[in-house]
Structures are given as C-alpha cells and as structure tokens.
C-alpha cells in the first residue's frame, strides 16, 4: 500500500515538475479547462439564445453585446460557438471511451491468444488502411445524422489505433515473469488479462486516449463541415463553420472563431498528451 502511494506521489511530482519546466504545457491545460467550463456552463455564461433569430441584427460584427458578432440569422455567435463546444467536446470524450473499451479488448485478445494474434492484426490493418475522415463519412453515409451515430463512426474509425497499441503492449507483458508465475500457479486467464496485463498497459492506453480525443474533435469537425455529421440543427463547430463559409467575405468572423477554438482545443490537447506520455513512461521521452 506504501509502495502505491508512493508511486502515485512520484508520478504526481513528476507531473508537476513537467509542468513548472514546460510553460506551453501549463497555458494548454488552462486553455482545455477553460474551453471546457464555457461548454459545461454555456447556459450560465451568456446572456444570449444560441437558437433565438433575430433578423434585424444578422452579420453583426464583434461588439460589447455581441462578443463575436452574429450569424446569418442574427444568433449571437460566442453563444453558439461555446455551446457547438459542449457537442464537440461530449463526442470526443464518447469516442475516446468508444475505442479505448473496444480497442483495448481487441488488442489485449490479439496481443495474449496467439491462435487469434495473425486475425485481429489483420483486421487492424485492414481498417487502418482506410483514411480516417474517408472510413468515417462512409459509415455516417449508412447512419442518422446524430451525435450518437457519429460516435459510432469516429469510435470504429479509432479502434483500430487502440487496438495496436495494447496488442503491441500485451506481447511484451506476456511475456515476464510475473505472468508466467501466475500461469503455474494456475491462476485462470480473465484474472491474469485484468490484474496482470491490463493494469500495465493502461499507461500508453491513457495517453494514446488523450490523442485519439483531438483527432476525433477535428474529425468530428470535419464531419459536420461536409455536412455528413450531426443534425444541422445541433450547433458544432464544424457546422458554425460551413454555415460561414457562405459569407465569408462579408462576416468573416462566423468561421474565424469556431476554427480558432478547433485549432487551439486540437492543439492544447496533443501537447498535453505528449506531456502526459513523458510523465507515464519516462523511456519515449529520452527517445524523443
């Protein structure tokens, strides 16, 4: 018990050091959390309808009452961006737990059951064959535009990424000592996959996690700017943006923010992962 808490007060330390060192990281993670109290508060924070029309004030520019200017249909724009970030956000999150859950079966069966490591790699890398966006937009193509639907599509499209990481973690780990011992000893295999190979993978799962939670938010962006994403109805910063482009020559602030909160959300979130690796596993970054 000792030895656990001293382990989680070194990686604790270790965080913090990497932290107080990497000034980037820090102004990242106040960024996320930012972002993420507006789209958790959204309600709260502005004053404004992120769906009220008001037609005598459409393509205003930023102002004091309009902090972002307003849209085509004379919606106030900073409400409608924090709230595309609350959907935005809630499916990266869904995806993350979408893929890491069926990914980290996937693999941990592949990378343990050598009878059945030659399929799942191969339906690995059939699926990671694809392009992501393209793998995406096909299986929307057979799904209702929702939120739901479009978890399902970005949390097949990442699966496969997960997968990879905990097969190629199990076979390293199947192979000490500790694992074999529990084979004598003749504890039963669903034992020795939770307690002996999942709880030492979990750490490249974790940041491959934090990944897979920007490229899904950019994907899902991607999604509802084709508009093959969630109901148009719904806003997300994908949809904001492809609703502007139609005026971007006259009220280029419609797509100027949601794409900044896209481009610093995505960012904030890879150099906090890379962060969070370096913490994990100390080895890549003298790697790197």
């Not at 995806?95 to 030659?118: A, N, P, Q, W």
């Not at 699926?127 to 929307?140: G, R």
């Not at 535009?145 to 097949?156: D, H, R």
């Not at 502007?244 to 960012?267: R, S």
Request: proline residues 5%.
């Amino acid at each position: 018990m000792s030895d656990r808490l001293s382990d989680d007060g070194g990686i604790l330390k270790k965080a913090f050091s990497i932290i107080w060192q990497r000034k980037t990281v820090a102004v990242c993670l106040l960024i996320i959390l930012v972002i993420a109290f507006l789209a958790v508060f959204a309600d709260v924070v502005s004053p404004h309808s992120a769906t009220a029309i008001r037609a005598s004030r459409r393509l205003r520019p930023p102002s004091s009452v309009n902090w972002f200017g307003t849209d085509e249909y004379g919606r106030d724009l900073f409400t409608r961006v924090i709230v595309g970030g609350r959907t935005s956000l809630l499916i990266g999150f869904l995806t993350v737990v979408f893929s890491c859950f069926f990914g980290t079966i996937l693999g941990i069966v592949g990378g343990y059951f050598r009878k059945v490591d030659m399929i799942v790699n191969r339906i690995i890398d059939a699926m990671m064959a694809f392009p992501d966006i393209l793998l995406a937009i096909t299986l929307m193509s057979v799904l209702s535009p929702s939120v739901s639907s479009v978890v399902i599509a970005l949390g097949i499209v990442y699966t496969p990424r997960v997968a990879r990481v905990a097969r190629a973690s199990t076979l390293v780990v199947r192979e000490l000592a500790y694992v074999d011992a529990a084979r004598v000893l003749g504890v039963s295999t669903p034992r020795i996959l939770v307690q002996h190979i999942l709880r030492n993978i979990t750490s490249p799962l974790i940041v491959q996690g934090t990944f897979i939670f920007a490229y899904a938010i950019l994907a899902e962006a991607g999604l509802s700017y084709l508009g093959a994403g969630v109901n148009p109805e719904i806003p997300t910063w994908g949809g904001i943006i492809n609703a502007g482009q139609t005026y971007i020559g006259k009220a280029p602030w419609i797509m100027w923010f949601p794409g900044l909160f896209i481009v610093l959300t995505v960012f904030s979130l890879q150099l906090s992962g890379d962060a969070l690796r370096d913490v994990l596993d100390p080895r890549l970054r003298k790697e790197c």
